[in-house]
């Protein structure tokens, strides 16, 4: 009987523990969600991965946590710069294929505002002003695809900037859009034959 009690102690002080610590680890990922999109991208996606197994974390989320932590910790002077360009919207596109546990996909968006992209020539970046890591809803079948989903998403978030810089007086042309993956930057633009 005794050592049936001692048994069930445990278990009742590690589930409390562990609901304490998904507490701390809520109260991370919300402390630190500005400052990623602001200030250090660098660590959206430990912080979005955090985020997405905060309600059942497990110990390799409290070793997450820490880790992230001692990262901040360690590189104290981030800084964002932004230089006078022209108000051009720039988009930046990717994706991770296969990336998140259940076969998801992780996509990121980058806008900023600086010039036109001239051929050839490096692309001037400028701070940003709106950076986002999150998991796709649908599993995909190639990085192709997970590519597609993020350049749709990101083009869509894009349309209501544009909106929102055209009401503050800077009408927008055309906005580049920037993608690593050829294949579906072939198939965004209809240069290649599809199957």
């Avoid at 969600?33 to 200030?39: E, M, N, T």
């Avoid at 985020?51 to 360690?74: E, G, H, I």
């Avoid at 259940?102 to 970046?125: Q, T, W, Y």
């Amino acid at each position: 009987m005794g050592k049936q009690l001692k048994i069930q102690f445990r278990l009742t002080h590690w589930q409390a523990l562990k609901e304490k610590k998904i507490k701390v680890i809520q109260q991370v990922v919300g402390g630190i969600l500005w400052y990623a999109r602001s200030v250090d991208m660098t660590v959206l996606i430990a912080l979005s991965t955090i985020a997405s197994q905060q309600s059942k974390a497990t110990k390799n989320t409290w070793n997450a946590v820490k880790q992230l932590l001692d990262y901040l910790v360690s590189h104290p002077d981030t800084t964002s710069q932004y230089r006078a360009l022209d108000m051009v919207l720039n988009i930046h596109s990717d994706a991770s294929y296969l990336s998140e546990p259940n076969a998801r996909s992780r996509v990121c968006r980058h806008f900023f505002l600086g010039r036109m992209p001239v051929d050839d020539e490096p692309i001037k970046l400028n701070g940003t002003f709106f950076t986002l890591c999150a998991i796709l809803k649908f599993v995909v079948s190639s990085a192709a695809e997970a590519e597609l989903g993020a350049l749709f998403l990101n083009c869509k978030e894009g349309k209501i900037l544009r909106l929102i810089l055209k009401e503050l007086g800077h009408p927008q042309s055309a906005t580049p859009v920037h993608c690593d993956n050829k294949t579906a930057v072939s198939i965004a633009s209809n240069t290649i034959k599809r199957q």
